[in-house]
């Protein structure tokens, strides 16, 4: 009964304290939110970025890692045979095995007769050799070895069919809509195939996820077996910034190279299908990367995990709620227009405890002259628990009297 008397006499003193904040949480509206780091601004803004080049390829596709956005793409969705461009995917299974702990690189693969016999480009290792993953890794992406691309399918997966299926449930996981492997060498058959687009997806997934084994697609060379073999990748020499990809070539898929490069933070990834030599495909990829690194500009705007906006939480043991974003905000826009991005957060109104970390509760809005260019949400960068009573029904109280205030 005291405790009742006492709450009864405070209880107005605390009301009016916490009005004024709870009358600006609740009214919170689209706000701008500052660009980090702008430029000075550059004259002539209003330049427009010239046309992409002509590719001579089948396909072709130029896009930036970190947003995504494609700068340069023809014919980027046919389906195609994609030669040994399949052992990035190959790779990229292998390397998910590894992640999950069933697999590691010093585990030892036995060659089988099958591997030994499969023909194309090879690593030279001979049936009933013991190979360590990591050495049949670097001769699947340095040496291009279909021997042991087969080796590490039958070492995963105990035979090849079987490692396929494991090859298409990623690429469907990843969104690779137009793709089916048959197998993990790329050697023709009927019904493997996949398309420049489906690739761009792939390889930035690799890049990503596993930038501690990327290393191996820039290495110039690898031995086996005391025999020394070149990766066919010409950019690597030609151009300092390039640091992989994947080579590949039958008669059926012509000369294909994904491709990708680093310049000043900027990473673009560039993949050309069907063209006619081995110097073509080196020649086209460099004229899609010279285009795109020098009519385009990506920049990070905002640190992922890092706290943007303070929101009002209601009923909760805090007063506040962090909300940021899950990952880095990247922007790709034509050079000379970074001055006009614009960019808003939005967040929502009423926010009840409890909260899980990673709850949406919001957006950041990236326009460039009026059009969206990125648009990612916000998200709760802690938990919060729900309140005592005493701050559950304190809340209760400012949120019936701010309703009465919008009457």
């Known amino acids: 009964m005291i405790l009742a008397k006492k709450f009864t006499r405070i209880y107005p003193v605390l009301c009016i304290s916490l009005l004024s904040f709870s009358i600006q949480a609740l009214s919170e509206d689209t706000k701008p939110l500052p660009i980090a ?14 046309s992409s080049p002509t590719i001579a390829a089948t396909s072709h596709i130029l896009l930036d890692f970190h947003t995504g956005k494609v700068m340069a793409e023809n014919n980027a969705d046919a389906k195609l045979a994609p030669a040994s461009l399949t052992k990035i995917m190959t790779t990229y299974v292998v390397f998910k095995e590894i992640e999950s702990g069933r697999l590691h690189l010093d585990d030892v693969a036995t060659v089988s007769e099958k591997a030994w016999k499969t023909s194309g480009s090879k690593m030279f290792v001979q049936v009933n050799d013991r190979v360590k993953v990591e050495d049949l890794l670097q001769g699947v992406i340095i040496q291009s070895g279909n021997d042991a691309s087969v080796t590490l399918a039958e070492h995963v997966a105990g035979d090849e069919a079987t490692f396929a299926q494991m090859m298409n449930q990623n690429a469907e996981r990843l969104g690779m809509i137009n793709t089916h492997f048959e197998n993990s060498d790329g050697l023709p058959t009927e019904n493997h195939y996949t398309t420049a687009r489906d690739l761009s997806i792939l390889t930035r997934a690799l890049i990503k996820e596993f930038p501690q084994y990327y290393k191996w697609f820039s290495q110039k060379e690898f031995t086996y077996n005391k025999i020394t ?57 460099q004229t899609l990367l010279n285009y795109g690194f020098r009519f385009f500009e990506s920049h990070r705007l905002y640190e992922g995990k890092k706290a943007l906006n303070e929101a009002r939480i209601w009923k909760g043991q805090e007063k506040t709620l962090p909300l940021g974003l899950a990952e880095d905000l990247y922007v790709t826009v034509p050079r000379r227009h970074y001055q006009d991005l614009k960019a808003a957060v939005n967040v929502d109104k009423k926010i009840l405890a409890p909260v899980k970390a990673g709850d949406k509760f919001g957006s950041v809005n990236v326009t460039l002259k009026g059009e969206v260019i990125a648009n990612k949400d916000l998200i709760a960068l802690k938990a919060v628990e729900k309140g005592s009573i005493f701050r559950r029904l304190t809340d209760s109280m400012l949120q019936m009297m701010d309703k009465s205030d919008d009457k």
């Open 37 to 50: 780091s702008p430029p000075a601004v550059v004259e002539d803004a209003k330049v427009m970025t010239p």
């Open 229 to 285: 073999q070149q990766n066919r990748n010409l950019l690597l020499s030609r151009d300092g910034t390039v640091d992989g990809v994947k080579t590949g070539h039958t008669e059926e898929a012509g000369y294909c190279l994904v491709a990708s490069a680093l310049r000043d933070d900027m990473r673009l990834i560039s993949i050309v299908m069907g063209t006619k030599s081995q110097m073509a495909r080196a020649v086209e990829n």
